[in-house]
Structure formats: structure tokens, C-alpha cells
């Protein structure tokens, strides 16, 4: 395998863009992706989404997204598999680069859930389900993140107060991040009084679909080094996969996925999880960035809730989580969310990444699921000197 | 780049499937492949479709489609690009085995279209096209090709019997074609006074939108040969793009995505286009084959009415044309459509493709087109000793 590393990265702001378009928001991403890569020649281009068909009535993005942005006719693949896209397109962006099939590649995620009724999201989000087992009987991705919660905190002896204090701190940490569709603190009171989602999670310990796009180009150190100044490697990423159906897990406290993924991430990045300096991890619902940290061996089983409370995750914590505020207050942009991570997680390790720094990192991670773990990806990015 | 065959493949029948699943469809297709090539340990799956999360209301197929097909927790990559999907995945299958990235992957394609009532299948399909620039205001992608139609009518003074006659074609080759959704017979007369779709084109010069699964196991000759007998390798396999919206063509009577592409494939494959024994192209209606078989360079620009007047495209004609019957006659079920090309040329070169055997199949072509190529997938592969 050959080196991997992220040679420029692009983002929009996460928002309600009433005003622009599923293009509209992938070229901005893509256009500085390029410039921050300088403007390399893309030799493949992989586009993530979840939502588009449903949602914008468009089935075929790539080339309806290559042409507006002015990428010119490149060979693309789109990828699928709902709020685990942006993973997806990341794994396949590396193992292209990594395998030698391609120098230099463009990962992109665009999501568009504005143009739907907030009432409609529910619906459109539980396609990552199991319909025909599942959510046809009316089943939610919030309410099995409600019955995980539930069962959290009987075994663990977890307080609604510090799912509540998760939610707290993923606020404070969206204020610094200009990218942020949620930029605004909020207080665990608020957080329980606001209004029910599926009890006991509320509409402040989740996550907003909204619209963004992000992008990043992937090459090997040597042809990057001559375009940029980069100095992050991607060192690890893997993709795992599990029952959609959650009937056949034996415990919601866990997603084997993410498990299995992270083992796999670790060992062939060769990087302990205590060596971890900052994630980005993938918190849907309060309770989901939980189990996340536990199923990346970040934190261990059952005492999440402490380390929310003792500062643990905070930027300033020894597992600073979700610099950028985390789907809870970034925002989730479906597809794109796995791209995001790892554009934020590449700043960081650059130092380009503003109020969201956190100081002298040099190991990070990324952990995009799709549903309820049907899918994981776990990335891992070390800078190099 | 290594070298890639195909060694094992496999098909469900295609048809309106009113009693199975979008899993069964899959199970049964990829049960099939992984039998027909000795049962490998697979490292990666690429699964193809263009319209789950519209019709089945299922976004995140990969994990979904694997559970229920007990392939066990491999890394899955879902592809979309609508009709093209089945193209775009062989591609990254392809890519994945000759870049040394996978030793055997399993390309699948899968696609339920009967479940909505066949009158919402238009809207579904448009979904290819561009919504805001025009597929809201009315136009259909029967629409574009009937203009089309129109317009090499006109261009190359060719007559609507020879349209139809193209249709005559495919559905006598799918009375053979044990997997075909219209196995019977129609006359040009039957053709033309069918009901009309998009003036000139009537029902019996459109494909049927309807259920199917294939999927193909590649990997590489070595590899392949402790497995199974398979002696069918591919030697080229391009994919190009265009612009979505048709009001930035400046003709409807080639695409430029199968001309790049083919270029590219036959350039890859070093093989000329007289050189090609049988194809299997995209023709979602009668005129789109006309288009693919110049686009390919295998019949002369304004010359595939004769063409088909003269036997040309017969079974046993100089350019054999989709002996499987085509989207026309074999059926399209979307996503998958690109991936029953590949098991159905394989099968020819193997020479065990029962009726519908092309006598002597040495070197056969495939072309998978998204929309009105937006996006094409050109294929080649040969019989080696």
C-alpha cells in the first residue's frame, strides 16, 4: 500500500440554505477543496449521499454535480449507504490512492434536507432502517436511540443529566466553529425541558439534518508535497457492518460495527486509542455519542457520563471530542458528515483549525456510522513531520 | 494493473416480482455467482442500485443486503448513478482486483421496481434527468428519447418500421433467454400500434422497468483458476460523463459518454471495434440502441436502420446485438441492468449461454448508460485459452 494523505480540504457552513441547491453547496465545497489542495488534476472523483433521491428527486449526482462545479469530464462513482456515505466515499477515496489505481482523488459528501418539511425528515431517515421489520411498525432511528438511552442508564446507573450535560458541551464547542449550524450554548435544564423527541431524548439531544457539503483531495505524500503544504496522513480506515435490523442484536449498548471497525483502524494505523489527541465522532442523539466513545475504547463502558461531567471530552479535556460541535451542534448534512470529519480532523492536525483547536494535536479520529450502526468507518490521521 | 476475470456469475429472473423482496432478489443472485465461481472468501462487495430509497424505501442497502444474503461482515460499498449503477460498480470491482486493493470482490446490482404502481415508474425515472432545469417542467426521459427519435428520423431519412424492427429483434432473441422479462414474440406492425408513450415511440419500443438481481465474482487469473474454470478476462472497462440537462447537448444523435468511453475501453483493451463477436448495450428504448451501436463505432453514423433490415444485429448476423434481448426484451431493472451485461457476456464467452449462444463469442462488449448518458460504463472482455 502506498501513503495517503489529505492535500486540501473544503467545507460549507452547515445551515438551512433555502436559497441554494444541492450543486450550489457541492461546488463551493469542491471549489475550495481544489484551491486548498492547489488545484490539482483529480483523477477520480467519489461523491457521497444519502438523501438526494428522495429529497431533490435526483438519483445520478455525480456527473449532474461534476458538470455545475466545473470539474470537467472525470470518471465518478457515487456512493450510497445513508449517514455512513461520507465513511464510504473516504474508504474508497484511500484504497484508491493507497492500491496505486489512482494519484490523486476528490472526496466529496453534499446533503440537501432542507427542502422537505422537518416533519418528512423522520421518514426520509428511517430508509436506513429495516422498513419491513422495523419501521413500519413505527419505529424510529430516534426512538431505538431512546431505548439505548434507556437501557444506558439502568445498567450503567447513567443520569438523565449527563446524556443532557453531553449535549451542553457539544454546544459550547459548535460557538467556535464558524462551520457550525448550531452556534449557540445551551444548559442541561434547557436540554431536558425541550420538547420531546422520543422520551427520554428531547429535541436538544439531537442532531439537525441540515444542508452542507464538504471535500477533501487525497494523494500520495509525493504528489501532494508538490502542490501543498500538508502534512496529514491518513494512517488507518476501515469499514465494518451489522444487522440493520435491531432485532437481531443482542444489546443496544454496543455496535459491533463500530467495534469491529476501530479494532481494525488501531491495527493497521499501528496507534493505541490512549494515543488518540482529538475525534470527531458521530453522535445522531446524545446517547449514540455515548456508546460511540465506548465502542472506540476512548472511554471505558458505563462511565461516559463522568467523563462529560469531569471534563474529559471537552476541548481542553484528555479526550477532546467533537472539536466542531458534533452532528448535535455542527449539524448533520447526511452523506456528508463522514467528509466533514475528516476535513475538520485534517485541520486540526494542520492547526488551521481556529476557536476549535485543540493544542498540539498530532493523532486523530474520525467514526461515521450509518443508522444504528449498520455501518461504521473509523479513520485514523497522524501529522507527520 | 493486474489482470481481472470474472469467475463465477449469477442472475434471478427478471419480471415483475410481486412475491419477493429486494433481499430475496439479491440472496439469490449473489447464492448463484459465489456457487458458479467455487465459493471464494470474498473481500469486498460493490452493490449497485439506482431507486431503493424511492421504492423500497431503503437508503443503506450494503449491510441490509449482506445480512440477509449471510455474507458474513465484509466491507460493502453501495453505488449509485441511477440505470448506470450496475456500470459504475463493475468498474470499481475491476479497479479494486487489478490495483492489488481486493484479491475477490463480488459485484452485485439489485433493483425492485414493481412495488409502486407502473404509472409513478416515469417520475422515479426522471430522477436521472435534471430536476430544475427539466424534468419539472414536464419533460420525461421517454420525452428526450422520443425527440431523439424524431430528430435521426429526420437527420438520416430513416423510417419508423426500422425502428420498430429493432424491437421485433430483441424480443425474438429473449424467447431464448431463460432470464427474460418479455420472452414472446411482436411484429413491427404490433410495435407501432402499441399504445404511444412519447410520440413516435410506443410502449413496445421501451425497455420494462421491472425486478432483478445479478451479480458477478472477479478476481485474478491465478486466484481464479484454483477456483473454477472460468476463461473469460477483462481487458477494458471506461467510464465518461456529460452534462445531465439535455439543453447543454448540441445534438440528441450521439452521447458523448459512450463515445469517450468506448474510445478509452477499446484503447485499454487494445481491440477494434470490428473485432467485438457480441454486445450487449443500453437500450432503454428502440432509439437508444440505434445511438449506442454508432456510439460504439459498431455500425456507421445513420446506419443501424439498414442494419437491422439486414440482419446485421441478428444472432447470427455480422454485430451481434444483446442475444440476451436487451433492456428491450431481457428487461431493466435499473442498477442491476449493468451488471447482467457483464454475467450474460461472460456466459457467452464461456460458451454457455444456451439459446441465446452467439457461435465462436470470443471478444464481447458492454455498455451501461445512466439517463440519457449522463453516464456510461463501456466494458470489454475476452476468452483467453
Known amino acids: 500500500l502506498r501513503r495517503v494523505v489529505i492535500a486540501g480540504v473544503g467545507m460549507t457552513r452547515i445551515d ?148 443532557a450535560l453531553f449535549s451542553v458541551q457539544m454546544h459550547k464547542n459548535a460557538v467556535k466553529n464558524p462551520y457550525a449550524c448550531l452556534p449557540f450554548e445551551v444548559t442541561t435544564d434547557k436540554v431536558i425541558e425541550s420538547f420531546p423527541i422520543a422520551d427520554p431524548l428531547t429535541f436538544l439531544d439531537s442532531s439537525p439534518a441540515c444542508d452542507g457539503a464538504a471535500a477533501v483531495v487525497m494523494a500520495t505524500p509525493e504528489i501532494a508535497q508538490k502542490l501543498t503544504d500538508t502534512k496529514v496522513e491518513v494512517t488507518g480506515v476501515c469499514q465494518s457492518i451489522d444487522s440493520v435490523s435491531i432485532s437481531e442484536r443482542s444489546t443496544l449498548l454496543t455496535m459491533k ?59 481542553d479535556g484528555k479526550i477532546p471530542t467533537n472539536p466542531s460541535g458534533g452532528l448535535k451542534a455542527r449539524g448533520q448534512p447526511g452523506g456528508a458528515t463522514g467528509v466533514y470529519q475528516i476535513a475538520e480532523i485534517t485541520q486540526q492536525l494542520m492547526g488551521e483549525a481556529g476557536g476549535t483547536q485543540v493544542e498540539g494535536a498530532e493523532i486523530g479520529l474520525t467514526h461515521n456510522i450509518s443508522g444504528f450502526g449498520s455501518g461504521a468507518t473509523v479513520g485514523i490521521l497522524r501529522r507527520y513531520a
Not at 461516559?304 to 476541548?315: F, R, S, Y
Open 257 to 315: 460495527s463500530t467495534v469491529d471497525a476501530a479494532e481494525k483502524a488501531y491495527s493497521m494505523s499501528r496507534t493505541r486509542p490512549d494515543q488518540i489527541d482529538v475525534c470527531e465522532i458521530h453522535d445522531a442523539f446524545t446517547i449514540t455519542g455515548f456508546i460511540a466513545l465506548e465502542d472506540l475504547s476512548l472511554i471505558e463502558r458505563g462511565k461516559t457520563g463522568i467523563a462529560v461531567e469531569d471534563g474529559t471530552i471537552a476541548k
Open 16 to 163: 438551512q440554505h433555502f436559497d441554494r441547491g444541492i450543486r450550489d453547496l457541492f461546488k463551493e465545497a469542491v471549489t475550495k477543496a481544489l484551491d486548498d489542495s492547489g488545484n490539482p488534476e483529480v483523477s477520480h472523483y467519489y461523491v457521497a449521499n444519502a438523501y438526494a433521491s428522495l429529497i431533490s428527486d435526483q438519483a445520478d449526482l455525480g456527473p449532474f454535480l461534476l458538470e455545475y462545479a466545473g470539474c470537467g469530464c472525470i470518471p465518478v462513482t457515487q456512493i450510497g449507504g445513508a449517514c455512513g456515505a461520507g465513511g464510504n466515499a473516504f474508504l474508497e477515496g484511500f484504497e484508491a490512492v493507497a492500491s496505486g489505481k489512482s494519484d490523486i482523488v476528490l472526496v466529496g459528501g453534499v446533503e440537501k434536507m432542507s427542502d422537505i418539511p422537518q416533519k418528512q425528515v423522520t421518514s426520509v431517515q428511517s430508509t436506513c432502517m429495516d422498513q419491513e421489520y422495523e419501521a413500519n411498525y413505527g419505529l424510529t432511528l430516534a426512538g431505538i436511540n431512546a431505548m439505548a438511552a434507556r437501557s444506558y442508564m439502568q445498567r450503567y446507573s447513567a443520569t438523565r443529566e449527563q446524556l
